[in-house]
């Protein structure tokens, strides 16, 4: 944003400040600050992956381990001046592969709940629905998996070890 001089104060007027606004460099310093919160919650194997600048990996590292309110907000502080410096599409570029990423395996997971929900619910219909979806499981191992999880389902109310092996055999068989 530029701002001029008067416009009282002659016929061509200059430029006071030919750069960003301090609410501009505000946000920027804000999105720097909660990037490095993000990448405070990788891992040790995803952090070096990115392969960041010393003083910023070690300060990350060393954000981890302290345990004040207000020692962790210098630091977070301390780690997004030091983001200012560098050039982060790289990093937000992997960090949004990596929540992509994220968002289709809880689909994934989403699909097999409702799979193992409707085939305990509606034991029948629901198993001929995954055969005709899956045409070459086994239809009698089938049937004995749904059969031992609603019969624990109607003894217990809720899902236990016959629940969790039709939840695996789901997850394999959906892929």
Same mark, same amino acid.
């Not at 002659?10 to 920027?28: A, I, W, Y």
């Not at 937000?92 to 097999?112: D, N, T, W």
């Given at each position: ?20 606004? %301090?609410?501009?460099? %505000?946000?920027?310093?804000?999105? #720097? ?11 040790? #194997? ?10 910023? $990996?070690?300060?990350?590292? /060393? ?8 020692? !962790? ?43 193992? @929900?409707?085939?305990?619910?509606? +034991?029948? =219909?629901?198993? @001929?629905?995954?055969?005709? /979806?899956?045409? @070459? &499981?086994?239809? +009698? ?7 031992? =999880? &609603?019969?624990? $389902?109607?003894? @217990?109310? +809720? ?9 695996? #055999?789901?997850?394999?068989?959906? !892929?």
């Amino acid at each position: 944003m530029k701002r001029f001089s008067r416009p009282d104060s002659g016929p061509d007027p200059e430029p006071l400040f030919d750069g960003p606004s %301090k609410s501009v460099l %505000k946000r920027e310093a804000q999105r #720097a600050q909660a990037l490095g919160e993000q990448l405070i919650g990788l891992n040790d #194997a995803e952090l070096a992956a990115l392969e960041l600048p010393e003083a910023l $990996h070690e300060a990350i590292v /060393a954000a981890r381990s302290i345990g004040s309110r207000g020692g !962790g907000a210098r630091q977070r502080q301390y780690i997004g001046k030091l983001m200012r410096d560098i050039d982060l599409t790289r990093v937000r570029e992997i960090l949004g592969a990596k929540a992509a990423k994220s968002a289709l395996e809880a689909q994934r997971l989403q699909r097999v709940e409702n799979w193992r @929900t409707r085939l305990i619910g509606g +034991a029948p =219909a629901a198993l @001929t629905a995954l055969h005709e /979806a899956y045409p @070459t &499981l086994d239809a +009698a191992d089938w049937r004995q998996r749904v059969a031992a =999880a &609603l019969t624990e $389902h109607e003894r @217990t109310g +809720a899902g236990g070890a016959a629940s969790r092996e039709l939840f695996r #055999a789901l997850r394999e068989l959906l !892929g």
